[in-house]
């Protein structure tokens, strides 16, 4: 068993979606096509074979007031985003670059 991570990037989106005025919730946000967005992004990068990027969705991360939200394992970043520039900085920087988007990190 190797003590290496299988992903080199593991990005989890949170995609929550609550009840009409329930707390806030990524999904509102636009975490859906952020998700959408990153995924393709990766893809049309070639980053998306095995062992390498891996862009995936997750239920409530509980961070919903800081959100919408992502993290980037296995650093264990966490990041908040506004729109489509926002996800291609945390690729550029984070996935290709593998320098933190310290403007983003929550």
């Not at 009840?19 to 070639?46: M, T, V, Y």
């Not at 959100?67 to 966490?78: D, F, M």
């Amino acid at each position: 068993m190797s003590d290496q991570p299988f992903y080199q990037h593991h990005v989890f989106f949170c995609m929550n979606q609550r009840e009409p005025g329930a707390r806030e919730c990524c999904a509102d946000k636009g975490s859906h096509a952020a998700q959408k967005h990153a995924k393709k992004r990766i893809k049309d990068l070639n980053l998306n074979n095995p062992g390498q990027v891996r862009i995936n969705q997750a239920g409530c991360m509980e961070r919903c007031e800081e959100g919408p939200v992502l993290v980037v394992y296995p650093q264990g970043t966490w990041y908040t985003y506004v729109d489509n520039d926002d996800i291609d900085e945390i690729v550029d920087t984070h996935i290709v670059g593998g320098k933190i988007v310290d403007r983003l990190k929550i």
